[in-house]
Nanobody, 119 residues
Framework: QVQVVESGGGLVQAGGSLRLSCVAS????????MGWYRQTPGKQRELVAT???????NYADSLKGRFTITGDSPKNTVYLQMNNLEPEDIGVYYC?????????????WGRGTQVTVSS
């Protein structure tokens, strides 16, 4: 009922920047929250940042100051601006959407986008 597609990943040198995008589509009545999570090598999936429909944000403490999440509600889109990237940021970045669809509340994951940082 809800589809989530991420884009914007790629290869960047250490110290560089990337901007990820996530678009939610389908039979959406209302989006409560969208967020970014990542899975780095050898670790479990972890929170990066989330943003609610009214603009409240939440960040992983270790990423505050380098990563910024913003949203475009009319477009059901969320962005993640990542600055001063480090090799430790390498991983797959996933978007999660908590939304009310025509069949009820859903929690949907995208397939992820790969971020690679060269040292």
């Amino acid at each position: 009922q809800v589809q989530v597609v991420e884009s914007g990943g790629g290869l960047v040198q250490a110290g560089g920047s990337l901007r990820l995008s996530c678009v939610a589509s389908g039979r959406i009545r209302n989006i409560n929250e969208m967020g970014w999570y990542r899975q780095t090598p050898g670790k479990q999936r972890e929170l990066v940042a989330t943003i609610t429909i009214d603009g409240r944000t939440n960040y992983a403490d270790s990423l505050k100051g380098r990563f910024t999440i913003t949203g475009d509600s009319p477009k059901n889109t969320v962005y993640l601006q990542m600055n001063n990237l480090e090799p430790e940021d390498i991983g797959v970045y996933y978007c999660n959407v908590n939304a009310l669809s025509t069949t009820g509340w859903t929690n949907t994951w995208g397939r992820g986008t790969q971020v690679t940082v060269s040292s």
